[in-house]
């Protein structure tokens, strides 16, 4: 199945919401599924968190593998404060440990992506028992540089189709890249089958998906059990992430 979400209509219900972790306030948008989940259910799912300024999510980790992107404000990740801007690009295997994350000055927002509806919620490390709770795993914990995406002159004008890989594992079929196309282009997307499906991010222009235009921050999941799907580019070019999903045995 092929679901999708656009970016404005998604953001348009956005909440305040409180941090299990911190008890924190700061803003939560859904695009796919619960927002966190103790059980599986058919479909992805995926949130937005928007944090305040200088605030913190402690170091946990969730029983689902997921992509994460940093997309807008900044911050910092882990003990040694990596330094996090946009666009980020973040891959954790299920029951990996992260964090903390901490925002800056202007905040930090960050979109979590799953391929399927399961345990995902957040199991901290400062609390008791959590080591109870980890399962085996590859513990993959990969971050990109920053990507760059193109003024709206140089989108709109490109002739041919870019791809660039941010990481990748060719084990298990684990690809995030990005993929930079002209105005009204179309280009064929990975192979579904070839791995667990992937999520295709909207982060510059729009895509066009049947009678749909889905502007930044949209997202379409295209599962494994299609045979494939086509990028098309909106009047102003498109540069998107896509973002593939292991295979995984458990």
């Known amino acids: 199945m092929i679901y999708t979400r656009s970016g404005a209509d998604a953001l348009a219900q956005r909440q305040t919401i409180v941090s299990p972790g911190t008890g924190n306030q700061h803003w939560g948008t859904v695009y796919f599924g619960p927002r966190s989940s103790s059980s599986s259910a058919p479909g992805p799912q995926a949130t937005m968190s928007e944090l305040r300024a200088h605030e913190t999510i402690v170091p946990h980790f969730h029983g689902v593998s997921m992509f994460q992107c940093f997309i807008s404000g900044s911050g910092t990740l882990g003990a040694r404060k990596q330094v996090i801007e946009p666009l980020t690009v973040q891959f954790k295997d299920h029951h990996?440990?992260?964090?903390?994350?901490?925002?800056?000055?202007?905040?930090?927002?960050?979109?979590?992506?799953?391929?399927?509806?399961?345990?995902?919620?957040?199991?901290?490390?400062?609390?008791?028992g959590y080591r109870d709770r980890l399962e085996p795993s590859k513990r993959r914990h990969l971050t990109s540089e920053p990507v760059r995406f193109s003024t709206a002159?140089?989108?709109?004008?490109?002739?041919?189709?870019?791809?660039?890989?941010?990481?990748?594992?060719?084990?298990?079929?684990?690809?995030?890249?990005?993929?930079?196309?002209?105005?009204?282009?179309?280009?064929?997307?990975?192979?579904?089958?070839?791995?667990?499906?992937?999520?295709?991010?909207?982060?510059?222009?729009s895509l066009l998906h049947n009678d749909e235009e889905l502007p930044l921050w949209s997202m379409v999941v295209v599962e494994p059990n299609e045979e494939k799907f086509e990028l098309r580019a909106g009047e102003f070019g498109l540069e998107a992430l896509v973002l593939q999903y292991p295979r995984e045995q458990r």
Do not use: C
């Open 96 to 128: 990996t440990a992260y964090g903390p994350i901490i925002s800056g000055a202007q905040g930090l927002s960050f979109v979590a992506m799953r391929m399927y509806t399961g345990n995902s919620e957040p199991v901290y490390l400062d609390k008791p």
């Open 153 to 205: 002159p140089v989108m709109q004008s490109r002739t041919e189709a870019v791809w660039e890989t941010l990481f990748q594992d060719v084990e298990d079929g684990m690809h995030a890249q990005v993929v930079r196309i002209g105005a009204g282009m179309s280009v064929q997307g990975p192979d579904p089958r070839a791995a667990a499906g992937y999520y295709v991010f909207v982060g510059n222009g």
